[in-house]
């Protein structure tokens, strides 16, 4: 008999194929003793997103990508950055640009405060051509300023009217404080959030039904932060906002400060949208994309009719 139930325990636990059990009239029960310990799954649809999010986060695709491309043909056209008002070879903080090797060979130099690192067949010098950002990275890959000046013009006033209708839907909604600002419980699990995103392991109905503590600071930062600066800099380069705003340029430092902060903030976009990008795959790219397309987010729930234990998996 004790041998008997250290069987069954074993069968509970997993560690041993499930066999035939001695029932009160011989091995006659094998399913309903596994009936006792199998798993029962349910699907639980939680509505993630409403519509207004959806619309302006999938306009927002490829407003960025085409203002970010835009932008590096732009930035193409004088690849350098400076602090101040003026500019300064010799004194840039950052440079992108071909030089000649001592063996007559051209090779790509990106230039950080003073420190020198070659960077040939991606940045300065790439596919036989002296260029900052290469061709394949730039809108229109050819080496045409003009005609990326109007592509980034035309999609930096679709990117703000969108972002003011979302901002005013948002804070209407109140989306905002509801949503996306951390609250103090939020903060409370800054470290169990963190390790979730560094080993990409967030699932349940706990991740489906409202952002993370991670997700409400960096999308708060998005939104309140990085796409207003981003916006701002860019009207403080337009000689017709300066003659209208004379004191924008004097609040960000100048007209290159102004430069340098607009390049910054765009890179920060990127980063953001890597990030995002890898955790949306990782944690349930099919799901993730159909609660960004539909609203609803999935989730399947495993629960042992033997305990009170409930898994949880998308």
Known sequence: MEEFGRSTNAVMRGEVEPGPTMGSSGWDLPSRAIQAVSPIPSTERIYRHRLP???????????????IMSGLQIFNAHPALYWGDQ?????????????????????GVTTILGHQFETTGVLGYSNGSGRAFPAWATI????????????????AW???????????????SRHVTHDLVPSRNDCRSFGKSLRAHLFLKQSGSWHAKGYNVLQKITYTTILLIVAPLIVLTGLAMSPTIDTAVPWLLTVLGGRQA??????????????????HV?????????????????????????????????????
């Open 87 to 107: 500019s300064d070879r010799d004194r840039a903080l950052l440079s992108i640009r071909p030089m000649q090797a001592e063996g007559g060979d051209v090779i």
């Open 158 to 172: 679709l990117f703000v009217i969108n972002g003011l209708i979302f901002t005013a839907y948002a804070l209407a």
């Open 278 to 314: 890898i955790q949306v795959i990782a944690t349930g790219f099919i799901n993730n994309i159909c609660s960004m397309v539909t609203g609803w987010f999935t989730v399947k729930h495993v629960k042992c009719t033997s305990c009170s234990v409930e898994r949880h998996g998308k």
């Open 53 to 67: 999010v959806r619309i302006s986060h999938w306009l927002n695709v490829p407003f960025l990508i085409i203002l």
């Open 258 to 275: 102004a430069r340098t902060i607009h390049f910054i903030t765009c890179f920060a976009f990127v980063g953001f949208i890597l990030i």
């Open 140 to 155: 229109p890959r050819a080496k045409w300023l003009a005609m990326g000046r109007q592509w980034h013009l035309f999609f």
